[in-house]
């Protein structure tokens, strides 16, 4: 591991998308004074846990089409006419009838982006960039040696080695509470291939989000089969020995995800971000926050001016939480499944016409636009965006796969899906003898508690906080820290303490905080130590140790923005 002095070592912890697109950058760029070293923890690289089978069965969807990924090497469309006619055909793929808008299934598409990092490594050894990937490779540990200016990692079976910088990219993390030892309960539905089961009782799913779809496709594949009745419409026949298998979404506010639809600008580009001038200058008016408010009217409702006015008039005047409730408001008054039929519809005829749900489209584009300055906001707006915007953003912005949504019909339509609305304040107790109690209270106000016989945790990848971070080298030199955004007003720190808020906390300085999920990371995406030094040395694209200051950090386009923003501050 011995390299010339010129040269800069940098390892890149895991080899799925956000590794890809890190290390696209550093091939790509003109700088090829470094040494890489990726170590992957499986034997694929690109895939990830979404697109291999940690994440995925044959019967899983991406939601996002060729038109609307970052460039890579090659395109989708490129890359599907050269594989051969039978993998096609295994995954009902048709080359001709194929284009930029179609999806893949999630472990094709897991292929495609194996395939693009390939590519990206032979691009590599041509611009003479130095490369070692390493497979079966855990990180176990990270420490910082700023004495020596370097940062050791341990990897399993491997030993300890050192590098000039680290780029922490280890993907997802699923933490196990209870799974293996309550019989039925299951903390995620991945890998999917542990809820291949057959089960003859009511299943208990948490979450009503793409999570808990994939779950309902898994599941169903082992219950029952689909097949397309005369009409073209698909039919679920559940099989003879489960004829009381069915499956009950608990959603916190009864509602199903949106549908996808035909997006007018599918790249979300740094373009529409916010400059750091308007940042600044809106913190200068603001006691050093940056507004919420601010980010809402010039984000969202100003897009509307000049593409829909007629929407831009119906909301002018409404602030983000009248905005919301009003959204929300039009979701409550119909059935979750007939919303769910009329969205089908609404979303069929936008692709048909090639025309935009723009104010769904703009809302992803603000989703996009405040994640990056969102440690800026106040306390006071972090709670509003957790409590007001997120929910509508985590329900419009999931973009349901139009073969996802015909098989929920299917479910439905034959007495074997169902949704509950279980509120903020549900409980799931687990149960000595196996299974849960479902503890919410109803739309009437009635307190139930239903037993279910198996239960799976569908609520998505969870925002973990500091006390979870892996890497325990980094806690106990103190190199990490608690991601916390402080209270404008001393006096609502004060009034959330009163309420018992367990994330609210006075430090040293006496001002009220809020303790958000994770780590506190710079702006380009450094760890930041107990003094609130970033660490020029490691940085971090892990999603579960991120979600306090990015609270919006899942998709590939993340993936390609926060890489630019690292590799940039590694060029200096």
Known sequence: MTIGREKQHIAILGGGPSAMFIFKRFVEGKNKDFVIDIFE?????????????????????????DNEIPEIATSIGEWVQTLPDKLLADFKIDKEGFN???????????????????????KAEEAGLKTTVHFDSKIVDIQDCPGQDKVEIKVAKKGTLKFDK????????????????????????????????????????????????????????HNGTFDKGNDGKIVFHPS??????????????????????????PLLSEDSMLTKE???????????????????????????????????????????????????????????????????????????????????????????????????????????????????????????????CEELFALHDAGRLDIVSVGEDSKVE?????????????????????????????????????????????????SVSPARIKFREQERGIA???????KVERMQDGEYYLKVPGITISDSFQIVDQQGKPNPRVYIMAVPYIGGY??????????????????EAING
């Open 430 to 478: 687990p149960e000595a003898k196996g299974g849960v109690t479902y503890l919410y209270v109803d739309e009437n106000g009635k307190g139930q508690a239903d037993y279910y016989q198996t239960f799976v945790d569908c609520v998505g990848q969870p925002h973990l906080d500091y006390e979870e971070f892996t890497f325990q080298g980094l806690i106990a030199n103190e």
């Open 496 to 502: 959330e303490l009163l309420k018992d808020n367990k």
């Open 166 to 221: 680290v780029i922490v990219c280890t993907g997802h993390k699923w933490p196990i509470k209870h799974e293996g030892v309550v019989l039925g309960y299951y903390d995620s539905p991945y890998p999917p291939s542990k809820l291949e089961l057959k089960l003859n009782h009511a299943i208990a799913i948490k979450g009503s989000s793409l999570t808990a779809i994939d779950a309902i496709r898994t599941l169903s594949r």
């Open 41 to 65: 923890e499986k034997k694929q690289l690109g895939a990830g846990m979404p697109y291999s089978s940690s994440g995925a069965n044959r019967e899983h969807i991406t939601n996002v089409s």
């Open 278 to 404: 308007e940042i600044d200058q809106n913190m200068e008016k603001n006691d050093g926050f940056l507004s919420l408010d601010f980010l809402f009217k010039k984000n969202f409702k100003d897009q509307f001016r000049r593409k829909d006015p007629k929407f831009y008039k119906k909301i002018k005047d409404l602030d983000l939480e009248e905005f919301v409730k009003a959204m929300m408001d039009l979701r409550e008054d119909k059935e979750p499944f007939q919303l769910f039929r009329d969205e089908y519809l609404e979303a069929e005829k936008s692709i048909k016409k090639r025309e935009s749900i723009y104010w769904k489209e703009v809302l992803a584009v603000l989703s996009f636009t405040m994640n990056y300055p969102a440690k800026y906001l106040s306390a006071e707006d972090m709670l509003r965006l957790q409590k007001v915007l997120m929910p509508l953003i985590s329900i419009v912005i999931a973009f349901v796969p139009q073969s996802s």
């Open 100 to 122: 930029e808008f179609k999806v893949l299934p999630r472990l094709l598409f897991g292929q495609y982006l194996s395939d693009q990092f390939d590519l990206l490594l032979k």
């Open 240 to 265: 003879k020995d489960c004829p009381d298998f069915r499956m009950v979404m608990h959603s916190r506010n009864g509602m199903l995800p949106a549908i996808r639809f035909h997006l007018e600008e």
């Open 550 to 567: 990015n609270p919006d950090y899942s998709g590939l386009d993340f993936c390609e923005e926060a890489s630019s923003s690292i590799v």
